[in-house]
Nanobody
Framework: QVQLVESGGGSVQAGGSLRLSCAAS????????MGWFRQAPGKEREYVAG????????YYRDSVKGRFTISRDNAKNMVYLQMNSLKPEDTAVYYC?????????????????WGQGTQVTVSS
């Protein structure tokens, strides 16, 4: 069982940066694959980035490549999403998610554990 709590959301102007954090509690955090998803009003939840157990597998959706960086610190049970060069289309609620296993999936249904979400708003 893993409990996830996101923080770091807020309002920024286009071109700005935010760093999202996800604190995980529970056992065996280092054995979980972690992902960041987002959901804008009226849209489906979409995959943003994912990271494997020991930073060996990292994936991004095309629209955030080169702007966002996912990382994890297993000693602190933390996952991060550094977001640079933010655009208005990045506006959404961002969710941290965890799944047991080594494969980094980009499908929400593959993740069993979710945080409550943190709002990111980017104005033009």
């Amino acid at each position: 069982q893993v409990q996830l709590v996101e923080s770091g959301g807020g309002s920024v102007q286009a071109g700005g940066s935010l760093r999202l954090s996800c604190a995980a509690s529970g056992r065996s955090f280092s054995t979980y694959t972690m992902g960041w998803f987002r959901q804008a009003p009226g849209k489906e939840r979409e995959y943003v980035a994912g990271i494997g157990w020991n930073n060996n597998s990292i994936y991004y959706r095309d629209s955030v490549k080169g702007r966002f960086t996912i990382s994890r610190d297993n000693a602190k049970n933390m996952v991060y999403l550094q977001m640079n060069s933010l655009k208005p289309e990045d506006t959404a609620v961002y969710y941290c998610a965890a799944r047991a296993g080594a494969v980094v999936y980009n499908i929400p249904s593959e993740y069993a554990y979710w945080g409550q979400g943190t709002q990111v708003t980017v104005s033009s």
